[in-house]
């Protein structure tokens, strides 16, 4: 999970060092808002897939409690991912249109 966190900030700290390279903190505000809604989306994904697995489990007898821990560590990931873009998305928001 570290590692994800890790990546996030890689990622938007790609964005941001290329915004400063270009002069255009548009595209860095671009780069953050896609990886935020992209980790939103997927982190309900995987939590919804771990639910559905459990239930499928729980159908067939089996114990199904291993498939929704695997869903929720994937979606932790994912979040800890786009926490930092979506922390730049807020920041750039407000230095350029406000």
């Excluded at 996030?8 to 808002?33: C, P, R, Y």
């Excluded at 896609?34 to 939590?47: H, L, N, Q, T, Y």
Aim: net charge positive; no cysteine; proline share 1%.
């Amino acid at each position: 999970m570290v590692a994800a966190f890790i990546i996030g900030l890689f990622v938007a700290g790609t964005g941001a060092l290329v915004s400063v390279a270009i002069d255009n903190w548009q595209f860095s505000f671009a780069i953050s808002g896609v990886a935020a809604v992209m980790s939103i989306v997927m982190s309900s994904m995987f939590r919804n897939m771990g639910v559905i697995s459990r239930k499928r489990a729980e159908a067939r007898g089996e114990e199904g409690n291993r498939a929704l821990k695997e869903g929720e560590n994937w979606a932790r990931m994912i979040s800890l991912f786009g926490f930092p873009n979506i922390l730049i998305t807020v920041i750039l928001y407000f230095k350029l249109y406000r």
